[in-house]
């Protein structure tokens, strides 16, 4: 009966969508067979009752369908005789027995319901129901993307394993500056629509890979830039590459490991770029150099005198 789908629910058929979706919640935490171990036959037989109610009357269009027909899409679909449209041509008594009516249409038919079939719907909309389309489901995965790749954009492909069996080999375009765990939709990707209904998508969550010498912070671009301790002490000038290009970088004399420079627009999408300086030492000291560096620097007490706990 048309009234059936809510009564299981336990609501009126004038409820609401949320009012739906909150009674088919509640009873399925308190059917479903794995918190009903004591009687899991009963529950699974209760819980498939209200799946299936819920999948009708939870959707627009299906119960839409239900409200005017008494049944589901689904229903309305089977052959052989299913659901509440079985009619019987030969023998017996009614109107359909042998050489008293044939029906010419389906608008014959419902016209013996009165007034055009069922509930006044038109052949039409009966056809349109049996036939019922629904769209296929969204997929989520996840691609792992250079560094780069993710500051300047460009295309890559992706290889998807998919649902229906087979892979396919997709072109997508990653757009610039995208951050890591934002998700890019790819329409159509997803499971195929049912009796024409339209294709579901695919989200992917893009995941970016660390660079050794540059990190992003919103739209700042950050480097870690290494000199030598001959650039550190009399100050140079070091080509650092950008997104929009190569820079030249004036190094001032006597900086040290930790020193900040910025340079104006060369970001992220018109943020700035700084360089953090780090000064290496050499790996290959001569005894000629150990002594020059014994006669330079700050004395280690007077360099530490500020450093205390209180």
Same mark, same amino acid.
Not at 139 to 147: A, D, G, N, Y
């Given at each position: 009966m048309s009234g059936e789908y809510y009564q299981t629910l336990g609501v009126s058929n004038t409820a609401t969508k949320e009012e739906i979706a909150s009674a088919y919640r509640r009873l399925a935490r308190k059917y479903h067979p794995d918190l009903n171990q004591g009687n899991p &036959?009963?529950?699974?037989? &209760?819980f498939q009752k209200i799946q299936e109610a819920y999948d009708t009357v939870g959707n627009d269009e299906k119960r839409k369908v239900y409200d005017q027909f008494g049944v589901s899409p689904e229903q309305m679909g089977n052959g052989g005789g299913q659901g509440p449209f079985q009619w019987s041509f030969g023998g017996g008594g009614g109107p359909f027995r042998k050489g008293n009516f044939r029906p010419e249409n389906l608008d014959d038919i419902l016209s013996m319901f009165g007034g055009g079939g069922f509930g006044g719907a038109s052949t039409e909309d009966f056809i349109n129901a049996g036939?019922?389309?629904s769209k296929g489901r969204d997929?989520?995965?996840?691609? !792992?993307?250079? =560094?780069v790749l993710a500051i300047t954009g460009?295309? !890559?492909?992706i290889h998807l394993r998919r649902p229906e069996g087979g892979e396919e080999t997709v072109s997508i375009k990653i757009p610039a500056g995208i951050?890591?765990?934002? @998700?890019?939709r790819l329409p159509g990707?997803?499971?195929?629509?049912? +009796?024409? %209904?339209? +294709?579901?998508h695919l989200f992917l969550t893009v995941r970016v890979e660390d660079h050794p010498y540059y990190a992003r912070q919103g739209n700042r671009l950050y480097v870690n830039l290494p000199i030598t301790?001959?650039?550190?002490? =009399? %100050? !140079? @000038?070091?080509?650092v590459p950008t997104p929009k290009g190569s820079v030249s970088l004036s190094i001032p004399p006597n900086s040290t490991t930790g020193t900040k420079l910025?340079?104006? +627009?060369?970001?992220?999408?018109? %943020?700035?770029? =700084?360089?953090?300086l780090s000064v290496m030492l050499p790996r290959d000291w001569t005894e000629e150099d150990k002594k020059l560096l014994e006669k330079i620097g700050t004395e280690p007490e007077k360099l530490r005198s500020g450093l205390h706990w209180n």
């Open positions: &036959k009963e529950a699974k037989e &209760k036939r019922y389309s997929l989520e995965e996840s691609i !792992t993307i250079p =560094f460009g295309k !890559t492909e951050e890591d765990g934002k @998700k890019i990707l997803g499971t195929r629509g049912h +009796n024409g %209904g339209k +294709n579901g301790l001959k650039e550190a002490v =009399f %100050g !140079t @000038k070091v080509d910025r340079v104006k +627009n060369h970001g992220i999408s018109g %943020g700035d770029l =700084f360089a953090e």
